[in-house]
């Protein structure tokens, strides 16, 4: 008779968070082919050594996995990063403090993301090249050291200036912290990702790369079309309005 308890079904609602949780993790960081991968090798390996005790390939794969789990760390060291500052982050009290936020708090909050709408919207008529990431629960501190120190309330003409085309920051990425520009000019990761439409520049490749690395929302405007994208957990939503993108970043960072 199989002894199966509470513990053991305790146990598998745990594994099975877990691998939700990390499959969320490689999917928006794009190397959810390596993760099938890897659960491959590991179901393989359990079923070898614990359900039907072949010695020899549980031998031999016993000793992959010792050397696979520092392989597995070197691979995955960004996902891994992100998986437990996640963990870690204070994201769930600052959602239980937003419930007790005064009205006129969430207003100034709004406000400032219409700034960026505004901003952006500008920039489109124009074709003037941004691109802006707002850190969300991830600190961005690594990528803000890249850049020059702005710290500055969020301003439309402030944006709008330090992209201008003449500008000495207009080529990187400008960073915002909470209610504050923390830095312009910042180097962001670039995605590799072979899907990515050829007719889009290193702008729209570096926002994708910042959304897979971590848990950031940036919003690009295209210096050859106008038009304006956002990059969100490892994904590229292309020729936005604005009031698409004022939708998607209060969806993003209002409610999170």
Not at 111 to 133: D, E, H, N, Q
Not at 201 to 214: C, F, I, K, V, Y
Request: with cysteine; proline share 2%.
């Amino acid at each position: 008779m199989i002894d199966f308890g509470i513990k053991d079904i305790i146990d598998i609602i745990i594994i099975a968070l877990l691998l939700f949780y990390v499959y969320k993790v490689m999917k928006s960081s794009g190397t959810l082919s390596l993760f099938y991968g890897v659960l491959a090798f590991i179901v393989i390996w359990v079923l070898a050594s614990e359900i039907f005790a072949m010695r020899l390939t549980g031998t031999i794969l016993d000793k992959f996995m010792g050397i696979g789990l520092i392989v597995l760390v070197i691979l995955f060291q960004d996902q891994i990063k992100r998986f437990l500052i996640e963990i870690g982050s204070k994201g769930k009290i600052r959602n239980f403090k937003r419930l007790f936020r005064h009205e006129k708090n969430r207003e100034e909050d709004h406000a400032r993301v219409m700034a960026v709408v505004y901003a952006c919207m500008s920039m489109s008529k124009s074709k003037t090249g941004a691109l802006i990431v707002f850190q969300r629960k991830m600190p961005l501190t690594d990528y803000i050291k890249t850049g020059d120190e702005i710290d500055a309330a969020i301003n439309v003409r402030l944006i709008e200036n330090i992209f201008f085309k003449n500008s000495p920051l207009h080529d990187g990425a400008m960073i915002i912290v909470d209610d504050r520009i923390a830095a312009a000019g910042c180097i962001l990761p670039v995605s590799h990702d072979m899907n990515i439409p050829k007719n889009l520049g290193l702008r729209h490749r570096a926002a994708l790369g910042m959304s897979q690395a971590t848990d950031a929302v940036c919003v690009i405007v295209s210096e050859e079309t106008g038009g304006i994208s956002v990059a969100k957990d490892g994904a590229l939503n292309v020729k936005l309005t604005a009031i698409e993108l004022e939708r998607v970043l209060s969806q993003a960072l209002l409610a999170s």
